[in-house]
C-alpha cells in the first residue's frame, strides 16, 4: 500500500514539474521610463517597528517622469493645460481621515490630483475619478478641491519628478519638484 501511495505521489510531482516547464510563454511589458514610486505620510508610516499601531494618514501613488535635457513647464508640459502631475495612470492621493485643502474639507477616500501650472503659480486639483491614464478624460465636474500655489525655484535641477512631505502645526505640507520649478500644498488635519 505504502509503494501505491508513494508511485501515486511520485507522478503527480513529475506531472506538475512537467507541465511547468511546458507553460504556454508570457510577454511581460518592458520596464516604464517614468517609474512608478509611492508617497507616506509620515514619511516612515509603513517602516514601523511590530506592535506599533501609527497608520499612514496620506498615501500618494505616482509615475516620476524625467526631465532628459528637455525643457520642462511651458514646452513639455504646457502653460495653462491640465497635467496629471506626473507620468501615465493618474497621480492618485488616499486620505485616512478627513483633510482640508484651500478651503476645502475632503472627506477619507481615494482621488486623483492633477495640476495646471502657469509661469508663477500651479492649480492644484484634487478630483473624484480615479483609475484613468493621463489627463485626456479629466473632467472639471469630478472636482472636489482646487487651489493656487505660488512657485518657487530650486537651487539645483531635479530631474525626475519628485514628491515629498514635510510635517506642518496643522498637518502636513505636500512639495512637489521638477527641473527647476517647486511647489508647495498645505494639508490640513488633526493630529
Not at 17 to 44: E, F, H, M, R
Not at 152 to 167: G, Q, R, Y
Not at 179 to 188: C, F, S
Amino acid at each position: 500500500m505504502k509503494n501505491i501511495v508513494l508511485g501515486l505521489f511520485l507522478a503527480v510531482i513529475s506531472f506538475s514539474a512537467n507541465a511547468q516547464t511546458t507553460a504556454t510563454p508570457v510577454k511581460y511589458t518592458i520596464l516604464d521610463a517614468s517609474p512608478l514610486d509611492v508617497l507616506y505620510y509620515p514619511l516612515n508610516a509603513v517602516k514601523v517597528k511590530k506592535g506599533d499601531p501609527s497608520m499612514p494618514i496620506i498615501k500618494i501613488v505616482y509615475s516620476r517622469p524625467a526631465k532628459k535635457g528637455r525643457e520642462v513647464f511651458g514646452v513639455l508640459e504646457q502653460f495653462d493645460k491640465v497635467w496629471r502631475l506626473g507620468a501615465n495612470e493618474n497621480t492618485e492621493i488616499s486620505f485616512a481621515k478627513t483633510v482640508t485643502i484651500g478651503d476645502k474639507k475632503i472627506k477619507a477616500g481615494t482621488y486623483s490630483l492633477f495640476a495646471i501650472p502657469t509661469k508663477d503659480s500651479w492649480t492644484i486639483i484634487v478630483n473624484k475619478q480615479t483609475d484613468r491614464w493621463g489627463a485626456f478624460s479629466y473632467d472639471e465636474v469630478n472636482d472636489v478641491a482646487r487651489v493656487v500655489v505660488p512657485i518657487t525655484k530650486t537651487e539645483k535641477v531635479v530631474e525626475n519628478f519628485s514628491m515629498t512631505f514635510a510635517e506642518s502645526t496643522e498637518g502636513a505640507n505636500l512639495f512637489m519638484a521638477w527641473d527647476k520649478t517647486q511647489v508647495m500644498l498645505p494639508i490640513v488635519f488633526k493630529k
